[in-house]
């Protein structure tokens, strides 16, 4: 186990809140840290970005920090700003 899990690991045995809404929290928490890492990879600033979208830094910085309720196109947008493809996979 990893630094990161014994972390969540004891918050979830102090906290029945984050047990309840860990999963689907944490899962909108990697859809923003996939597009910050992305974008970080192709060598952008949040301000390049936010150009490309013809948006501002503040709604970037949104997306990647607090992507809860992204719109699919929204993120197909960015994705696509990024020069990549967006691929969604149901197990």
């Known amino acids: 186990m990893d630094d990161l899990e014994k972390y969540i690991d004891k918050r979830k045995k102090k906290s029945k809140y984050l047990v309840e809404n860990f999963e689907d929290r944490y899962e909108t ?22 150009k490309k979208l013809k948006t501002k830094k503040s709604a970037i910085s949104r997306i ?6 992204i ?4 993120l197909k947008n960015y994705v696509e700003a990024l020069g990549k493809k967006l691929q969604l996979v149901i197990n």
């Open 29 to 50: 928490f990697k859809i923003g840290i996939l597009l910050k890492k992305a974008r970080e990879e192709v060598g952008l600033t949040q301000d390049e970005i936010a």
């Open 64 to 69: 990647e920090n607090h992507s809860e309720d």
């Open 71 to 74: 719109r699919l196109s929204t």
